[in-house]
């Protein structure tokens, strides 16, 4: 009887120390979440700036054809469109900004689970978040380039002499090669956001498990 009740003991113990370290796999995990409540911002703000890429493009595109006496009009509102996009950049970079704060503040959980497995689960999640908020990091300083180049076309066109359509088609084509570098860095980020997910998915599947 005394082998069967300390067998028993033995269980149970085994069994309350592997639902310790699943709650603070747990905890980590919950405290990560609190990064998409923090990001659910950006979903409006790319709304936004999408319209506005929109109708820029449609700007530039009758920029070949204007008249002279046209190029001043559309120069300005293509300026105030750029304005508007940087305040949109600006207020993403924000919105990251917090997420990252609140992705190291589940980081500094991970000292606290004490499975070695699921505590380098939760190391992996982490170096994926923060490779995400650098691909980030780049993505919105290369915008504020193509932004800066946006601008220097702008005042040039705001000129009333001395303008020349091959010079405002060389601006356009530096631009449009600025936007495919854009694009590239856009790819980039979807990568790690793809990868963030897919161990975001391990982390879960773990907790589901238990």
Do not use: P, W
Not at 53 to 65: A, K
Not at 99 to 106: P, W
């Amino acid at each position: 009887m005394k082998r069967i009740v300390a067998l028993m003991m033995g269980l149970v113990f085994i069994l309350s120390a592997c639902n310790n370290e699943i709650d603070e796999l747990e905890t980590f995990y919950v405290k990560f979440q609190e990064t998409l409540d923090v990001e659910s911002e950006i979903s409006d703000i790319s709304d936004e700036f999408n319209r506005l890429e929109n109708r820029r493009g449609e700007i530039q595109e009758d920029l070949s054809s204007a008249e002279r006496d046209e190029l001043s009009d559309m120069s300005e509102s293509l300026a105030e469109n750029t304005a508007e996009r940087r305040e949109l950049i600006d207020e993403e970079a924000r919105v990251m900004e917090e997420s990252k704060e609140v992705a190291n503040e589940a980081g500094e959980l991970t000292g606290d689970i004490s499975n070695e497995e699921y505590r380098q689960q939760a190391e992996a999640l982490i170096a994926a978040a923060n490779d995400r908020y650098e691909k980030h990091d780049e993505l919105m300083e290369s915008f504020r380039n193509v932004l800066g180049s946006e601008e220097e076309l702008f005042e040039y066109l705001q000129q009333d002499e001395n303008l020349s359509q091959d010079d405002i088609d060389d601006h356009i084509n530096t631009l449009n090669e600025e936007y495919d570098g854009l694009t590239t860095l856009q790819e980039e980020y979807t990568t790690a956001t793809e990868r963030l997910n897919e161990v975001k998915n391990e982390v879960y599947a773990i907790l589901d498990e238990s």
